[in-house]
């Protein structure tokens, strides 16, 4: 959802505090948020999303720019809290092989039928075929909507590399699923 | 037989790894022939990211509900007025020890600049004088060699009221420290104070008795002594001894340096 031309107002509102700007901000951006932290395997998305708006509304005087900059750097902090959260548990996504994941396919086209439906599971079950890094990248592309320059920032990384970041996560996507088809 | 099978592999590669192609595809543009399965991908990871906003947690969820008020020491609202500028009567000032080096080393700067600008002869009348001042506040304090202080003790009680230290002064301090490491022979001191006493006409200064002659018990001079001359020799300033000259040289402006603020340093916002 975006907030368009109102999002300075609103902004400018939540930034002295007012509740109503607070909560368009959250509900404008926590669905996005939250979708983020549960496709990249967040233990507690409910809670890991809260705690973004939480740390983002105490630092709301240092954000200026528009909507796509405030969108950014929310998705910034998701990254962060998400690095923490990984910290925490020790541990990583389970990653469990595509061919586990029951296959009924028997035959046809297999990318015919991957078009028509990949539920959220089979999402995450192909993004856990991806690195950490190639799985924030598309996410970020996909979900965030930020640019190479942007995901660049939010990850510390050069330009050239989240490009190259980019195309190995599509090149194995694009293995997975031709190669093995998508389960429906 | 899909469409990625139309494609010889070099082709499709060098076509799949095409950044423009792969960022029109990531932006959701139309996509490109053999593109069709990331299509669906993509559509169903932006799917899964909208939606309703999950609940809140409970901090955020009173945050969202109530807001944050302007009270002072609230952590949100102190830095977000900060952002619009300090309340009036609120500014930031400096601390009073910072005040007092900025306006020494202002002082300093401007005194700098005006001797730089002082001609050859205005730099030697002030160095004279600098000199002259310097002298007579160590020969006040006491604080002269042994013979150059006995000649400037007898100078300043030749023409002055006033009576100072001479080479002797550290007669005290020395049976002091003696009496302290429990090291005093009585017949030693008695010996040498009489020895002093002999050769100064007047009581040892740093060993009073009483308030010396024409001195009130605080020190300040209180008439002239019948013996004083009429007139000071012309190589000892008529004034008393000071630390600083009586009146500016040559060269020298009436007033403060320009560079010296009258008032407080102004505080930065």
């Known amino acids: ?184 | 037989m899909s469409d990625l099978d139309d494609f010889p592999d070099e082709m499709l590669r060098d076509r799949f790894l095409d950044d423009e192609v792969i960022d029109r595809a990531l932006r959701g543009h139309e996509p490109p022939r053999g593109w069709e399965w990331f299509t669906a991908f993509a559509d169903d990871v932006r799917g899964a990211a909208s939606g309703s906003a999950p609940p809140p947690g409970i901090g955020l969820a009173g945050l969202l509900a109530e807001g944050f008020s302007t009270d002072k020491g609230d952590l949100l609202v102190t830095a977000g007025s900060n952002a619009i500028g300090p309340a009036h009567g609120q500014e930031a000032r400096l601390p009073k020890w910072r005040k007092i080096r900025m306006a020494i080393n202002e002082f300093l700067g401007a005194l700098a600049a005006k001797l730089a600008g002082l001609g050859f002869a205005a730099k030697a009348a002030l160095g004279l004088a600098v000199a002259a001042a310097a002298t007579s506040a160590a020969g006040a304090a006491g604080v002269l060699p042994g013979p150059a202080q006995n000649a400037f003790a007898d100078v300043v009680e030749t023409v002055t009221p006033l009576q100072v230290p001479d080479g002797h002064s550290d007669f005290g301090t020395r049976v002091s420290t003696d009496a302290k490491d429990g090291g005093v022979d009585g017949q030693e001191i008695s010996s040498e104070a009489k020895q002093l006493n002999d050769h100064t006409p007047g009581p040892p200064s740093s060993v009073p008795v009483g308030p010396p002659s024409g001195l009130a018990p605080s020190g300040v001079p209180v008439g002239p002594p019948a013996s004083t001359p009429a007139g000071p020799p012309a190589s000892i300033p008529a004034g008393p001894p000071s630390s600083t000259p009586a009146g500016p040289p040559s060269g020298l402006p009436p007033g403060p340096p320009s560079g010296v603020p009258a008032g407080p340093p102004v505080a930065q916002p």
């Open chain 1, 1 to 184: 959802m975006s907030l368009g031309e109102a999002f300075d107002g609103i902004l400018g509102a939540a930034q002295v505090g007012a509740p109503w700007a607070l909560t368009r901000l959250y509900d404008a951006f926590a669905p996005p948020i939250h979708g983020y932290m549960r496709l990249r395997g967040g233990s507690e998305p409910d809670e890991l999303t809260s705690d973004v708006f939480v740390g983002a509304f105490r630092n709301l005087e240092s954000c200026a720019g528009g909507e796509h900059q405030f969108r950014a750097w929310l998705f910034t902090i998701a990254r962060r809290r998400l690095v923490d959260d990984r910290r925490r548990n020790g541990r990583r996504m389970p990653t469990r092989p595509l061919d586990d994941a029951g296959t009924d396919v028997t035959g046809g086209d297999v990318e015919a039928e991957a078009l028509d439906r990949i539920g959220d599971e089979r999402v995450r079950r192909l993004l856990a075929t991806l690195s950490p890094d190639q799985q924030d990248v598309l996410l970020l592309r996909l979900v965030a909507d930020l640019t190479v320059d942007e995901i660049a920032t939010a990850l510390g990384k050069r330009p050239g590399a989240v490009k190259a970041l980019q195309r190995r996560a599509l090149a194995t996507l694009r293995r997975e699923i031709g190669r093995k088809g998508v389960p429906l």
